[in-house]
T-cell receptor
Framework: EAAVTQSPRNKVAVTGGKVTLSCNQT?????MYWYRQDTGHGLRLIHY???????EKGDIPDGYKASRPSQENFSLILELATPSQTSVYFC????????????FGAGTRLSVL | GDSVTQTEGPVTVSESESLIINCTYS????????LFWYVRYPGEGLQLLLK?????QKGSSRGFEATYNKETTSFHLQKASVQESDSAVYYC?????????????FGGGTRLTVRP
């Protein structure tokens, strides 16, 4: 079965510190995505990628960078973490442009103190 | 921009009762949107519950149904008789099919609790 694995599952960071959230997929999907989920908001798209070496800005990219070094891995990087980035982050992979069905990881709960 | 509005939770119903979670959408940048319901069970990631890509059609899965109504821009989720195992968070989502990529716009999620 298709699998998307996120690490860590929980993270506590300090303001101004660097945080890297990792995502690995075994689906061989071209597209990968990072979303954040906050109370009162739907999932909001931060960055996405069409394949190894590509990253694209989503709807709320400010304060985040992304890296796609391989088909399987997609990282989200917070260079200078702020308390406003406290959230639950979801990684997802997808087949391609015409399918839209996404496969999600279990989420990473990040607290920035 | 595109947006999705759904029933604010939490919603609590008793087992065997009927359920409806409302979802309306605004697709300003998408001519022919695809519509989805995703579900997130405790401790798990979101998973696809059902999807409909053609207006007027109905999707169904695990006893849930939703009809894509282009006139009312709605995609309400219904189930005739819920079970305790249906307790989860439900997300309505809108998808584009254009060159901007297979991106989804999500509603805020509706937490459902089913009492035994």
């Amino acid at each position: 079965e298709a699998a998307v694995t996120q690490s860590p599952r929980n993270k506590v960071a300090v303001t101004g510190g660097k945080v890297t959230l990792s995502c690995n997929q075994t689906n061989n999907h071209n597209n990968m995505y990072w979303y954040r989920q906050d109370t009162g908001h739907g999932l909001r798209l931060i960055h996405y990628s069409y394949g190894a070496g590509s990253t694209e800005k989503g709807d709320i990219p400010d304060g985040y960078k992304a890296s796609r070094p391989s088909q399987e891995n997609f990282s989200l990087i917070l260079e200078l973490a702020t308390p406003s980035q406290t959230s639950v982050y979801f990684c997802a992979s997808g087949v391609g442009l015409t399918q839209n069905t996404l496969y999600f990881g279990a989420g990473t709960r990040l607290s920035v103190l | 921009g595109d947006s999705v509005t759904q029933t604010e939770g939490p919603v609590t119903v008793s087992e065997s009762e009927s359920l409806i979670i409302n979802c309306t959408y605004s697709a300003t940048s998408i001519a022919y949107p695809n519509l989805f319901w995703y579900v997130r069970y405790p401790g798990e990631g979101l998973q696809l519950l059902l999807k409909v890509i053609t207006a007027g059609q109905k999707g169904s899965s695990r006893g849930f149904e939703a009809t894509y109504n282009k006139e009312t821009t709605s995609f309400h989720l219904q189930k005739a008789s819920v079970q305790e195992s249906d307790s989860a968070v439900y997300y309505c989502a809108l998808g584009s099919n254009n060159n901007a990529g297979a991106k989804l716009t999500f509603g805020g999620g509706t937490r459902l609790t089913v009492r035994p």
